[in-house]
């Protein structure tokens, strides 16, 4: 018996080294195996994850024929009716599970809850700036830039108002010739100037690009003899120049009267 288990262990001694190797080429090949296929079965799973854990289950029960249909299968099959498949199931179950029905509704009226609070959230963002924008500056904040700004920044601001402004006149005339022909006050303005000289091209003329102070204190003058005293005077508010900068109180009754008709 012990010369049995003597020779026994003589044997597996002499062949240990060689089970050794074995194992370790076996450990080899399953990890390139894996590295090899570990692309494909990432696409496979996230193609159909049904038929995919059905392949797994096949072969981790060591069933290799059904799992190599199964791999066959699923590299076969088209997008389309893997999406067929998988709305039969969900329409198959939606009839059969009236559980799995309200557990859906419920998610449903979850998802349209959220949806709903998004839009409420994204148009209430949209309403505050929409308020904030509509809020008028300080005029203060608005004299101090302006008294900043060089005359050359001064007068592209003046044009761009300027523009700004007779086109908006522009655009009341037309609402009002559309109602009424007789016009007053500066509508004359309208129908002589601008509704024949495009109000760039007025604008260049009257508010010139300069680099000096006086030029920029000769544009303002133009502008108020020239534009109808109530856009002329939301003018000056948008850029923070005070009225009583550039209008005596004569001045300012004159303009009122004048252009009245004509607002």
């Excluded at 193609?47 to 199964?70: C, G, S, V």
């Excluded at 700004?149 to 761009?160: C, G, N």
């Excluded at 129908?191 to 010139?208: D, H, K, T, Y």
């Amino acid at each position: 018996m012990m010369k049995r288990l003597f020779s026994l262990a003589k044997f597996l001694i002499r062949i240990i080294p060689q089970v050794a190797v074995l194992l370790l080429l076996l450990m080899i090949s399953v990890v390139l195996l894996h590295r090899h296929y570990e692309p494909e079965m990432k696409q496979l799973r996230a193609k159909d994850p049904y038929r995919f854990q059905r392949m797994t289950e096949e072969a981790q029960n060591l069933h290799w024929i059904n799992a190599w249909n199964q791999l066959e299968e699923l590299r076969q099959i088209t997008l389309a009716q893997v999406y067929q498949e998988r709305y039969e199931r969900w329409l198959q179950r939606w009839d059969s599970d009236a559980e799995f029905r309200r557990s859906q509704m419920r998610l449903r009226g979850e998802a349209h809850q959220q949806v709903k609070e998004s839009q409420k959230k994204k148009y209430g963002q949209e309403i505050q700036e929409l308020n904030r924008l509509a809020e008028k500056p300080d005029l203060n904040i608005l004299h101090v830039a302006w008294e900043q700004a060089s005359p050359w920044q001064k007068s592209l601001m003046l044009r761009d108002h300027c523009v700004h402004y007779l086109s908006m006149e522009l655009a009341d005339f037309r609402k009002r010739r559309s109602v009424r022909d007789s016009l007053q006050g500066a509508a004359r303005l309208a129908q002589s100037r601008i509704a024949n000289v495009p109000p760039g091209e007025l604008c260049r003329e009257m508010v010139p690009l300069v680099h000096d102070t006086a030029s920029v204190t000769r544009s303002l003058k133009t502008l108020r003899e020239e534009m109808n005293y109530y856009y002329f005077v939301r003018l000056l508010a948008d850029i923070g120049v005070p009225d009583s900068e550039v209008f005596t109180l004569n001045r300012k009754l004159e303009g009122m009267t004048r252009d009245f008709g004509g607002i």
